[in-house]
């Protein structure tokens, strides 16, 4: 039921069951928000623990992106694909974030590997039309991701197929004679080969990752209900990026400082928390006391630089959560948000047109 009235709690749907909803639970879980599903765990609501005035609902993964559209919950978690396939295109839900960092894979066109002449979406296009000419009918593709699917080809130029929506495994069509080829989900792709399929070249339809999308439907916010995105997200992103980083603090001597910010910045992607000039303190006489964060995987070059520029008692630390000033993604949705109400205001339009003229 679509609200009509703004809800004072916030409502976040996860998936209902299987490996997606262990990944869910367990990274909000180390974000700080812990996801309390009583009893047998066939709950279909639980409360969460670290954010105030919050329910969570457990729905099918590929049903959230509607049910948020409609307005039965603000936010949820699910695979982009699914929100591509059943939510975008919409104009009342928003990808809030985009890429959480787990649950990645790639959704692929694959085709039988003794189809040794298709190596790219070319050959498939070429193939495609020279099925057609031979045998009077378009080539199967069997999928559940029916509208990426066609978007996609459209894309790739490729007319000459006829889609066969998948309800059970997609990767054995082709072995059960229910389609030619697939456009499937993979993340390793040892699936695909064991059910003698192959990828091709320019056949990646999209990187997926698990997402937060959240409803454009002004009615349904309330001011606590915003609020408690904001925690949401803006915890979330603090955790992602002190994950992905290291915390440096240093000591280096002010006729180095210049050079050593700059180089940091421009050559090794660091990101400067503080950079005090410490010459006015009798402990930091000519030197410049830093916080600086960089890639795991940059340290040691950063260190080897830092050294070989003055700097002591380098020390690295590994943060549980990095916060900014503020948050990017919030910022992103409320205007989102905002756009959408203007947008949808009867009228909106009209007196635009009028002060403009």
């Not at 974000?31 to 099918?60: H, K, S, W």
């Not at 421009?266 to 303190?281: I, M, N, P, Q, R």
Request: charged letters at 20%.
């Amino acid at each position: 039921m679509i609200a009509s009235t703004p809800r004072q709690r916030f409502v976040l749907a996860l998936p209902s069951k299987g490996r997606l909803q262990e990944q869910c639970i367990g990274f909000l879980s180390g974000c700080g928000f812990d996801v309390r599903r009583a009893g047998n765990g066939r709950e279909y609501v639980a409360p969460m623990v670290g954010v105030d005035d919050v329910d969570v609902i457990f729905l099918r993964p590929e049903e959230i992106p509607s049910r948020i559209e409609q307005g039965d919950a603000h936010a949820g978690m699910t695979g982009e694909d699914l929100y591509r396939e059943y939510g975008e295109g919409s104009p009342a839900s928003a990808l809030v974030m985009p890429k959480l960092g787990f649950g990645g894979a790639r959704l692929v066109v694959a085709v039988p590997q003794s189809w040794v002449d298709v190596a790219s979406m070319s050959d498939l296009d070429e193939a495609a039309m020279l099925f057609h000419q031979r045998h009077g009918r378009s080539l199967r593709v069997a999928t559940k991701f029916t509208r990426l699917t066609r978007a996609f080809f459209a894309d790739s130029g490729i007319v000459e197929y006829s889609l066969v929506e998948s309800s059970g495994a997609t990767e054995g069509a082709p072995a059960s004679g229910v389609a030619d080829f697939v456009v499937d989900l993979t993340s390793t792709g040892t699936t695909l080969a064991e059910n003698h399929l192959k990828e091709i070249s320019g056949g990646t339809v999209l990187q997926t990752e698990v997402c937060l999308i959240a409803s454009l439907r002004g009615t349904l916010w309330s001011p606590a209900a915003i609020a408690a995105l904001e925690h949401l997200v803006e915890q979330i992103e603090a955790r992602i990026r002190a994950t992905s980083r290291l915390v440096l603090r240093f000591s280096i001597p002010n006729k180095a400082s210049a050079n050593a910010k700059q180089q940091l910045m421009e050559k090794y992607g660091c990101v400067l928390s503080s950079w005090a000039d410490g010459a006015a303190s009798p402990s930091a006489a000519g030197r410049t006391i830093a916080v600086a964060y960089c890639q795991r995987s940059k340290l040691y070059g950063v260190v080897k630089f830092l050294k070989s520029s003055g700097a002591a008692g380098i020390i690295v630390d590994r943060g549980e959560f990095i916060f900014e000033g503020s948050s990017p993604a919030f910022e992103t949705f409320k205007q989102a948000l905002k756009g959408h109400q203007t947008a949808a205001t009867p009228g909106a339009a009209d007196g635009k047109e009028r002060a403009r003229r």
